[in-house]
Structure formats: C-alpha cells, structure tokens
C-alpha cells in the first residue's frame, strides 16, 4: 500500500567459536593467532590462556579460518557455511613444526644458491603420482652460500627432501625421520652439476622444424638418510 513504511529486518550475525588444541598433548594451545577470511575482509582473533576463541559479529556465508604461529605446521580450513545466527564451532588442532637446515653445493663442493627444496611425506599410488606433478610451494631456497633452513615441516617418519636447480641434476634424499618440535641439522645435499644439450630438430628430408617441442628425461639422485 502506498505510504506504509517497509520494514527490513537485518540478519542476525553468526559466531565462530572453537579451542586451539595441541594434537601432541591434547592440551590447549594458548595465545594462537587466528585469521578469519569473510567476503566482508579480515579478522585477526588470539584464543585466550585456555586456548577458547570466539569471533561474533560475523555475516552469513562462506568464510576461511587459518593458524598463523611460528613454531606450528601451517593450518587452515576453508569453505566454513555459517547461517544466519548461527554460533558455529570449530576447533583448531596444531602440531609442533620441524626444522630441517644444511647446505647445498656442487660435486666440488661449492655452494649452489637458490636451489629450491621440497619435503614430501610417504605416499603410494594415484597419491604419489599426484604429488610428482604437483610438489606444491619449496621448503626453503637456499642462499648465496648454499645454506638452508625450512621451518613448519610436518614431522613423521620416512619423508623425502627434493632438492632442484635449473643448472643441475635433482637430488633426492630419503628416509628422514623428523620429530615434533625438533631439529634436524647438518644436511649436506649434493648436486651434480647438469649437461648442456644443443642441437637442431630436422625433418626427414633435413629441413629445419620450428616449434618442435623437445622433452628429456632428468636422472635423479637417491640418497639414504635414516635418521
């Protein structure tokens, strides 16, 4: 009708709340850094001395929940539906970080810098052939020196360190056992330095070809590393 007010009644915000909790002692994780991703932006929350956290006020949707603590394996959990008034729990579960550190350098012993290495965790069948073509983000690169760190690795038994460089031959190293909380140093990773291969692609009357892509198969290094 015309001239009657129209009344909207807003959506009444919804709440995360949840304990940020130790998975080696099931205890509380205290004074954790938590990142809340809305369409709206960014909040930024710690759980308190008892590990309970509580973000209100949030809009209805899709939202993204993240640790961000440096001694702690990377976590986070994405597409969380929160309705309208809904007071959603999530808890957080954290695992101490590994560190792992050494040197790269060549067959002389020289230093390689920005060779890129990746830890990998056990994996068998359509798992392990997935992990091949897609290694995810590098551990650490090494420096001018041929030094590296890489910190929040998830510790386990029988993990793999790949270590690349666009000059050399790819090493891989086995069987290291990485401990909660721990460190494993000293890592001394050997590349060989790679072949250059130049040449031309000809047809079979000897014309040229361009464009012909060419592929080559990359010897890798496997090296033992119990421990």
């Given at each position: 009708t015309a001239g009657k007010p129209v009344?909207?009644?807003?959506?009444?915000?919804?709440?995360?709340?949840?304990?940020?909790?130790?998975v080696g002692t099931l205890r509380p994780d205290p004074r954790v850094k938590l990142v809340v991703?809305?369409?709206?932006?960014?909040?930024?929350?710690?759980?308190?001395?008892d590990g309970k956290y509580r973000v209100r006020g949030l809009r209805p949707?899709?939202?993204?929940?993240?640790?961000?603590?440096?001694?702690?394996?990377?976590w986070s959990h994405d597409g969380v539906?929160?309705?309208?008034?809904?007071?959603?729990?999530?808890?957080?579960p954290l695992t101490l970080?590994?560190?792992?550190?050494g040197r790269v350098v060549d067959e002389r012993?020289?230093?390689?810098?920005?060779?890129?290495?990746?830890?990998?965790?056990?994996?068998?069948?359509?798992?392990?052939?997935?992990?091949?073509?897609?290694?995810?983000?590098?551990?650490?690169r090494s420096r001018p020196d041929g030094t590296f760190v890489a910190t929040r690795l998830a510790p386990g038994e029988n993990q793999s360190l790949s270590v690349s460089h666009p000059e050399h031959e790819k090493t891989l190293l086995g069987g290291l056992a990485l401990t909660p909380g721990g460190t494993k140093a000293g890592l001394v990773v050997t590349l060989?330095?790679?072949?250059?291969?130049?040449?031309?692609?000809?047809?079979?009357?000897?014309?040229?070809?361009?464009?012909?892509?060419?592929?080559?198969?990359?010897?890798?290094?496997?090296?033992?590393?119990?421990?």
């Open positions: 009344l909207l009644t807003p959506a009444p915000p919804a709440a995360l709340a949840g304990k940020t909790v130790n991703t809305t369409a709206g932006g960014t909040r930024v929350e710690r759980s308190g001395p949707g899709d939202l993204g929940l993240r640790a961000e603590e440096p001694r702690h394996v990377p539906k929160l309705a309208r008034g809904e007071a959603r729990k999530l808890d957080v970080g590994a560190t792992l550190s012993g020289n230093p390689v810098a920005d060779a890129k290495g990746f830890v990998s965790r056990p994996a068998a069948g359509a798992a392990a052939f997935f992990a091949r073509l897609r290694p995810g983000a590098a551990a650490f060989p330095r790679g072949l250059v291969l130049a040449g031309a692609v000809r047809d079979a009357e000897g014309n040229p070809i361009p464009g012909a892509e060419v592929s080559l198969s990359q010897s890798v290094t496997v090296v033992g590393g119990r421990g």
